[in-house]
């Protein structure tokens, strides 16, 4: 008897379907509209996006749909019609296109006639299905309705008249971004979308509702009126202001970067982007950029040829004698620094270091990658956030811990200020730098206490005086019962005076509750830095070190004092310095002042690189816009000086032979210790300064954004007391306070802890001062 053919098993929670004649196997209580796209069946759509909630409001992807053999009685939104075993659907029917082109008529009655100055020309949704399913004349003589504009802000441009309440942006900034700033207000045809209080949009995430936007009702506003869709070439490239390394489309016009845009990897950042990688475009052409070398001669620095300065830094390179040292920008590419740091080991020195905001040196920290994956983070059970405030220091990162929360997930937060989360906390501990450290060696305790012994001596002797109080008790058990946890340790933690003991608390905890460490590496290529050597390996000063005893000849690579946790210091060294070579972007009022020379070099858009996001992946970049004036990529330059100074290894002539080299040497021997930095106490009766890098201040390239030092959020230094503490000092809100000499304006909130005074890094205005962790004199100015 011959084999008879059998229909292939259908898996659990599946259906079989079909589509178009198609027939199709697919998940049991999903839509129509997803197995459409399953199958490659284009259904038109407005409202649905399959990210967002189903809203099913724009009807535009009606389908006939019959079940049991009897057809229903009406056209069905694919997008919110469950499929069912054995239904047939029919997407190009003349009952459903039918239906398709009364909506798309209906859309238009109000759309004005703006295409040609609209900015979404070219690439607008309506645009396209209108062409397919529009009328070639339209019925509707009425007068058309007109919305007025609102403003949201520097970053969104609104031209409300073209919207078709399809409620995307909404539905974005309710369940994505999870600040619920704008919705629909009125019924009918006087229905509007808007913000509910007339305010900007305050959400680091703002930028995406252009992205989800099917028509021009929300454009990007610094692009606006720029450039036409078909005239931008996309180029492939990676958002270098934090470590996620977001995906990025940057649309270039002979060579300028006009915009980026969000390139899907659903394993970094998923199809969006944070304002701080949108926008920052604007920040490469600040009127201080670098773009001729310069050479200090009779004190002036005066412009000079490329062979002229290269020859002058390399005289003065070899005549140091090993004592020089570097301090390198987290932004800078694997490939620049594996060449920066075999350069100086080349004149005999080992002073080179990426950790600029780094306190606690003690146990030689190195960035290494995620335990937990970030794609994984969204499906953690209990989640534990250390002097982290993701919003801010990772954006998208936020955005899984919130999908984690929607889905379950328990977080704690031990925190020295109350941050404004964009998800629910289970429980939190608000408490100063010092009383952090006890609450997170107070969570060992709770699992020494459980019959767990730390590996660490240093550790052990740290917890043998403590007690572990109810909270503790249960934070930990939290952890040990979860089946997926992840303890985050953020910039406060990492940047703590005794962060040593935080990291070794921290892995001992998740040691022995079988939960993952993630530290947020500091700047956008941390792990890729450690790994190529931008750090001491053999007895170097690192840049804790190389501040407080600055050598005589410093190399400061695209580095400036904010990108420190010591400005002062910085600028000191730098000024004090027999010899200062400045290799970077933006010749600003600093470097003209204090560098002996300037080599001007390219930022990310605008070289080839490789990038180590957060998760160890390596990501490659090309250039995708051009160099101002003379630039030159900073490997090239590095290996011309390389080549001057007669060092080994700088015989190469493209970037493939670096990364040849840099497989060929293999990773960085840089390895942590055990060892702990003796607890630093703050002064009796002083408040502690609370130091958190402001958003729009990460970056030299942010920093000079202009669009985002429009936003709301990009506020002038200030230090925010609890008001109890303001009260005892005789402060007000609004009051001047003077601030170990610094005067600044203040803010009273309950979000900060009695004895801690928050003031943001990286600005101007808080340059001068001591510090996260340490003491400060207030009074009153």
């Known amino acids: ?103 798309m008529e209906f859309l238009l009655i109000n759309h004005p006639l703006d295409c040609p100055i609209c900015d979404q020309g ?34 969104v441009e609104t031209e409300m008249t073209r919207c078709i309440q399809c409620t995307r942006c909404v539905r974005f900034m309710a369940d994505i971004a999870g600040t619920y700033e704008l919705g629909g207000m009125e019924r009918g045809e006087r229905l509007q979308i808007g913000t509910y209080v007339g305010k900007p949009l305050m959400s680091e995430l703002s930028g995406n509702v ?23 070439i996309a180029r492939e490239s990676i958002g270098y202001h934090d470590a996620l ?126 335990e937990m994956p970030i794609a994984a983070i969204d499906k953690a059970k209990a989640i534990l956030l250390v002097g982290c405030n993701p919003r801010h220091e990772i954006p998208l990162l936020a955005q899984r811990i919130r999908k984690a929360v929607r889905a379950g997930a328990k977080v704690h937060a031990i925190n020295p200020v109350d941050f404004d989360f964009n998800f629910d906390l289970a429980g939190k501990a608000i408490v100063t730098p010092a009383a952090m450290l006890d609450a997170l060696l107070g969570l060992a305790k709770a699992a020494n206490d459980a019959g767990h012994l730390p590996e660490s001596s240093a550790l052990a002797q740290a917890i043998a005086g403590l007690s572990a109080d109810a909270k503790a008790q249960a934070l930990f058990k939290l952890l040990a019962d979860a089946p997926e946890s992840v303890i985050l340790l953020g910039e406060t933690a990492l940047n703590h005076p005794n962060a040593s003991s935080l990291r070794a608390a921290a892995r001992f905890v998740a040691k022995v509750t079988h939960s993952a460490v993630d530290e947020i590496p500091g700047g956008a290529n941390a792990v890729g830095l450690a790994r190529a050597g931008a750090q001491p390996r053999q007895g170097g000063r690192d840049a804790g070190a190389l501040l407080a005893n600055p050598p005589k000849h410093l190399v400061v690579y695209h580095t400036g004092s904010q990108d420190t946790s010591a400005p002062a210091a910085f600028d000191r060294a730098r000024t004090e310095a027999q010899f200062c070579v400045y290799v970077g972007a933006y010749a600003c009022n ?89 607890r630093i106490e703050p002064a009796h009766g002083r408040l502690v300064r609370i130091a958190t890098t402001a958003i729009y201040a990460s970056d030299a390239v942010v920093r000079r954004s202009p669009a985002l030092q429009a936003h709301p959020l990009a506020r002038p230094a200030c230090v925010t007391l609890h008001p109890e503490d303001a009260l ?31 003031i943001e890094a990286g600005l101007k205005g808080s340059a001068h001062l001591p510090p996260h962790g340490a003491s400060l004199d207030i009074t009153k100015a």
């Open 590 to 678: 600093g470097v003209q002042r204090t560098a002996h020379a300037v080599l001007p070099i390219g930022l990310p858009p605008e070289i080839d690189g490789s990038y180590t996001n957060l998760d160890g992946t390596t990501q490659t970049i090309d250039a995708a816009a051009k160099l101002p004036g003379d630039a030159r990529p900073g490997w090239k330059v590095l290996r011309a000086l390389g080549a001057a100074l007669s060092i080994p290894g700088f015989e190469f002539t493209a970037i493939d032979d670096v990364r040849a080299q840099m497989a060929a040497d293999g990773a960085s021997p840089v390895t942590a210790t055990n060892a702990l930095r003796p």
């Open 245 to 370: 390394g977001t995906n990025l489309w940057l649309h270039t016009r002979r060579g300028e970067v006009l915009r980026a845009v969000p390139r899907d990897n659903e394993a970094v950042n998923e199809c969006w982007a944070s304002d701080r990688d949108r926008y920052s475009s604007d920040g490469l052409r600040a009127k201080d950029r670098a773009q001729k070398p310069m050479i200090r001669r009779n004190g002036e620095l005066v412009e000079a040829s490329w062979a002229e300065a290269l020859a002058f830094v390399a005289d003065h390179l070899r005549d140091a004698r090993g004592d020089v040292g570097a301090l390198v920008a987290p932004l800078t590419s694997n490939e620049e620094g594996f060449l920066l740091g075999r350069l100086l080991r080349g004149i005999g020195s080992d002073h080179v270091d990426h950790r600029l905001r780094t306190l606690d040196f003690a146990d030689a920290p190195v960035a290494t990658p995620f």
């Open 1 to 103: 008897m011959s084999a008879q053919p059998t229909a292939p098993a259908v898996p659990p929670d599946h259906v079989t379907i079909e589509i178009d004649g198609k027939s199709m196997v697919v998940p049991k209580n999903s839509m129509i509209i997803a197995a459409a796209d399953k199958a490659g069946i284009a259904i038109p759509r407005f409202c649905y996006h399959e990210k967002l909630p189903i809203a099913a409001n724009c009807r535009m992807c009606m389908v006939e749909v019959e079940m049991g053999g009897k057809p229903m009685p009406k056209p069905q939104p694919a997008c919110a019609t469950p499929v069912a075993d054995g239904m047939k659907i029919q997407t190009q029917s003349q009952r459903a296109l039918s239906a398709q082109r009364n909506v």
């Open 122 to 155: 070219g690439e607008c949704e309506l645009q396209d299905l209108s062409m397919g399913y529009g009328r070639s004349v339209s019925r509707f003589v009425e007068k058309k309705r007109v919305v007025p504009d609102e403003d949201l802000g520097s970053l």
């Open 728 to 758: 005892a000092l005789g402060l007000g809100a609004g009051a001047t306070a003077r601030v170990s000499g610094v005067e600044l304006p203040v803010e009273l909130s309950t979000r900060v802890p009695r004895g801690g005074a928050w």
């Open 210 to 232: 252009i992205d989800v936007c099917p028509v021009g009702a929300l454009t990007n506003k610094p692009f606006r009126f720029k450039a036409r869709a078909w005239e931008l």
